[in-house]
Nanobody, 119 residues
Framework: QVQLVESGGGLVQPGGSLRLSCAAS????????LGWYRRRPGKQRDLVATMTNDNINYSDAVKGRFTISTDDAKSTVSLEMDRLKSEDTAVYYC??????????????WGQGTQVTVSS
């Protein structure tokens, strides 16, 4: 299994920046995808950004403002958030997809970290 632990959330003013980190442990060698999702108040959880074999996908809402990155071992996935807006307020979840030797895929989620953008 894979364990994901987020950190870095907090309160930030509009226009500010925040960096989220997710530490992955366990069978990280089997991770095929890492990324971030978020759940905004009153809304469903949706995509922020994902990385699969160095292919990066951003939601339109964050493209140009957020940057996802990982280390070579896939032990850490980070989300650099710049020019934050109040609409970015959400619980942010680290996400990983593990591809087993059987090629069956499993999704793992972190506990989430709260990001609040407010003046």
């Amino acid at each position: 299994q894979v364990q994901l632990v987020e950190s870095g959330g907090g309160l930030v003013q509009p226009g500010g920046s925040l960096r989220l980190s997710c530490a992955a442990s366990g069978y990280i060698s089997e991770i095929s995808t890492l990324g971030w999702y978020r759940r905004r108040p009153g809304k469903q959880r949706d995509l922020v950004a994902t990385m699969t074999n160095d292919n990066i996908n951003y939601s339109d809402a964050v493209k140009g403002r957020f940057t996802i990155s990982t280390d070579d071992a896939k032990s850490t996935v980070s989300l650099e958030m710049d020019r934050l807006k109040s609409e970015d307020t959400a619980v942010y979840y680290c996400y990983a997809v593990v591809t087993a030797a059987s090629l069956r895929q499993y999704a793992y989620w972190g506990q989430g970290t709260q990001v609040t953008v407010s003046s």
